[in-house]
């Protein structure tokens, strides 16, 4: 790996994979606890469905080809479709989208292609169309099967149809992800054991289990609903992994369970550091050059976003180089999260650092039992995993 000798210089001798991500920012109603970039779909806004969905395709082939000057010649490995509610769309726009990305990027032979889909926007007949546009994972926002924790929440389906919708998702896709939250409002130990033995009786090959926080700027944060103690919460994590360990699910980041041989390609990119461009209204995305690393944000309310695309041609606020100063911090932050980590020289592949850089880090970090203690991988200790954001913030300088 060759290195500047000046440590504010990096020098990448090879680029990390590429993926994209597309963001569909409306959904049909905002959940209180959610701090993505999404908004409530209102009728009469342009179009029956509440958006008008030529008008954002059209923004989005745009805004990729915006992209395209950066990336020439890079193989693109996989495609996420997040929200919002991207599953609002219909089958004929997935397809008229796809098919235009497959036309102007050069997209890996089966690619994982993933959707996000809520329970309450499940239809067979539009899934099959999904499929047939080129979808083969569906990532499912189930939250819970009870009920009252579902009413809780704020979701706009309810138990029966969240399993009605994973059928519906086994019958048309390759793969599907089940989201679940835990920690929720009136949660007890068997309730959450109750939502996992439902979701493992499905036999899909994946889930994402989120403790639910309180985040800023949500309705939640404002009005904070009374949850589990801190006790029940961590009574219901250790009984949830032994339940998916059982059942052959390994836990390869902090969030995410699958069987061998079917984690997220598109998410395990993001926390190797490897490169995306991200497109749609309030994206984030991020290139690698062999000098530099870059970070680009889009417009994010989804009529400035369009308007931006139509007038400018451009609809991007701001796009910067990350400084060597930063780049170990951001590294770490997301290679952290797996639980078997990175090889140690991926450090310098993916920032063009030295090693040297986080060595204070290192050391602090396996001297507390936070860092496992091979040299060949960087890896968070089970204690280190635990106390997550402990063991980032090392890296912090």
């Given at each position: 790996?060759?290195?500047?000798?000046?440590?504010?210089?990096?020098?990448?001798?090879?680029?990390?994979?590429?993926?994209?991500?597309?963001?569909?920012?409306?959904?049909?109603?905002?959940?209180?606890?959610?701090?993505?970039?999404?908004?409530?779909?209102?009728?009469?806004?342009?179009?029956?469905?509440?958006?008008?969905?030529?008008?954002?395709?059209n923004?989005?082939?745009?805004?990729?080809?915006?992209?395209?000057p950066?990336?020439?010649?890079?193989?693109?490995?996989?495609?996420?479709?997040?929200?919002?509610?991207?599953?609002?769309?219909?089958?004929?726009?997935?397809?008229?989208?796809?098919?235009?990305?497959?036309?102007?990027?050069?997209?890996?032979?089966?690619?994982?292609i993933?959707?996000e889909?809520?329970?309450?926007?499940?239809?067979?007949?539009?899934?099959?169309?999904?499929?047939?546009?080129?979808?083969?994972?569906?990532?499912?926002?189930?939250?819970?099967?009870?009920?009252?924790?579902?009413?809780?929440l704020?979701?706009?389906?309810?138990?029966?149809?969240?399993?009605?919708?994973?059928?519906?998702?086994?019958?048309?896709?390759?793969?599907?992800?089940?989201?679940?939250?835990?920690?929720?409002?009136?949660?007890?130990?068997?309730?959450?054991k109750?939502?996992?033995?439902?979701?493992?009786?499905?036999?899909?090959?994946?889930?994402?289990?989120?403790?639910?926080t309180?985040?800023?700027?949500?309705?939640?944060?404002?009005?904070?609903?009374?949850?589990?103690?801190?006790?029940?919460?961590?009574?219901?994590?250790?009984?949830?992994?032994?339940?998916?360990?059982?059942?052959?699910?390994?836990?390869?980041?902090?969030?995410?369970?699958?069987?061998?041989?079917?984690?997220?390609?598109?998410?395990?990119?993001?926390?190797?550091?490897?490169?995306?461009i991200?497109?749609?209204?309030?994206?984030?995305?991020?290139?690698?050059?062999?000098?530099?690393?870059?970070?680009?944000?889009?417009?994010?309310?989804?009529?400035?976003?369009?308007?931006?695309?139509?007038?400018?041609?451009?609809?991007?606020?701001?796009?910067?180089?990350?400084?060597?100063?930063?780049?170990?911090?951001?590294?770490?932050?997301?290679?952290?999260?797996?639980?078997?980590?990175?090889?140690?020289?991926?450090?310098?592949?993916?920032?063009?650092?030295?090693?040297?850089?986080?060595?204070?880090?290192?050391?602090?970090?396996?001297?507390?039992?936070?860092?496992?203690?091979?040299?060949?991988?960087?890896?968070?200790?089970?204690?280190?995993?635990?106390?997550?954001?402990?063991?980032?913030?090392?890296?912090?300088?």
């Amino acid at each position: 790996m060759a290195i500047s000798s000046n440590t504010n210089k990096i020098a990448l001798t090879a680029l990390p994979p590429l993926s994209l991500y597309i963001h569909f920012p409306w959904c049909e109603k905002k959940c209180p606890y959610c701090d993505f970039n999404s908004h409530q779909i209102k009728e009469g806004a342009g179009a029956v469905s509440g958006f008008d969905e030529e008008r954002y395709i059209n923004a989005l082939i745009a805004d990729l080809e915006t992209e395209l000057p950066r990336t020439w010649g890079r193989q693109v490995h996989s495609i996420f479709i997040g929200g919002g509610t991207p599953s609002l769309l219909s089958a004929q726009g997935m397809d008229k989208l796809l098919s235009a990305i497959r036309a102007r990027i050069h997209l890996e032979p089966d690619a994982e292609i993933t959707m996000e889909a809520n329970p309450g926007s499940v239809e067979t007949e539009k899934f099959a169309g999904f499929a047939k546009a080129g979808i083969n994972r569906v990532s499912l926002g189930i939250q819970s099967f009870q009920d009252a924790q579902l009413k809780a929440l704020g979701r706009i389906h309810n138990g029966e149809e969240a399993k009605r919708a994973i059928g519906i998702a086994l019958q048309h896709f390759k793969s599907v992800n089940l989201d679940l939250m835990y920690g929720l409002p009136m949660q007890t130990l068997d309730d959450a054991k109750k939502d996992i033995e439902t979701a493992l009786s499905f036999k899909t090959p994946h889930l994402s289990l989120y403790n639910l926080t309180l985040e800023p700027n949500t309705y939640f944060a404002n009005f904070p609903p009374k949850l589990p103690s801190e006790d029940v919460v961590d009574a219901i994590f250790e009984q949830s992994l032994d339940l998916l360990t059982k059942a052959g699910f390994q836990r390869y980041e902090v969030s995410a369970y699958a069987k061998p041989g079917m984690e997220c390609n598109h998410n395990l990119n993001y926390w190797r550091f490897g490169d995306y461009i991200g497109i749609g209204a309030g994206a984030h995305g991020k290139i690698s050059f062999p000098d530099k690393v870059t970070r680009q944000v889009r417009e994010r309310h989804p009529e400035t976003y369009m308007q931006a695309i139509e007038q400018n041609g451009n609809a991007l606020i701001e796009s910067k180089e990350i400084s060597a100063a930063d780049l170990p911090f951001e590294f770490m932050l997301n290679t952290l999260r797996l639980t078997d980590g990175v090889a140690t020289n991926t450090f310098s592949e993916r920032t063009g650092l030295p090693l040297s850089t986080i060595s204070k880090g290192l050391d602090e970090a396996s001297k507390k039992g936070l860092l496992d203690s091979d040299p060949t991988v960087l890896k968070g200790t089970p204690q280190g995993l635990r106390y997550l954001n402990n063991l980032q913030e090392l890296f912090l300088n």
